[in-house]
């Protein structure tokens, strides 16, 4: 039988604190918050290594703001538009998306997001995790244009998010979302 985990307060919000199921609501669940990056609730940390197949992530993106860098990677990864409006950079062409629009990018696809519209646009992010991860972060003009890319083209994530201040657990505003 698998035991439920513990769930601890964190700066950023509640957390798992051992291995297990939890429930835990997503208004009050582990954030992190970037000026430059937007808002994120992170259900894996980087440190625990709890879920070795799949990662979760919701996105919260304020107009203009880039959440990641523009990059293709070994794993597939999909996204769902929870609320608001956001410009997905795809393959060297931009797409404007709305609520309930579903992005599937199989291995090596290039994407990025970028929120847009009047007010907040919150993601859903899920991605394949294998022991083999590879991740690329590709010289692309409309990335740099729309604040997304990388100034010369690299394999090493600390180098593409280098000019970024690192994420810091935080509470977000809830203002403009659905579950405010």
Not at 128 to 152: D, F, I, K, S
């Amino acid at each position: 039988m698998i035991e439920e985990a513990r769930l601890e307060q964190t700066p950023g919000g509640l957390a798992p604190a051992g291995e297990g199921w939890f429930v835990v609501n997503v208004r009050d669940s582990n954030w992190v918050t970037s000026p430059a990056l937007g808002d994120a609730c992170v259900f894996e940390n980087e440190d625990l290594q709890r879920w070795p197949q799949l990662g979760f992530t919701i996105a919260v993106l304020q107009p203009g703001q880039s959440g990641g860098r523009y990059h293709g990677e070994s794993n597939q990864e999909d996204f769902l538009v929870l609320h608001g409006e956001c410009l997905l950079l795809i393959e060297g062409e931009d797409r404007h998306l709305k609520t309930w629009d579903f992005v599937h990018c199989p291995p090596w696809t290039e994407h990025s997001f970028v929120g847009a519209g009047e007010g907040p646009c919150a993601i859903f992010m899920t991605g394949a995790r294998t022991r083999e991860h590879a991740v690329v972060y590709p010289w692309n003009e409309l990335a740099l244009e729309h604040g997304a890319g990388v100034e010369e083209t690299t394999t090493v994530p600390k180098e593409a998010y280098a000019p970024y201040l690192r994420w810091k657990p935080g509470r977000p505003s809830f203002d403009g979302l659905p579950w405010a």
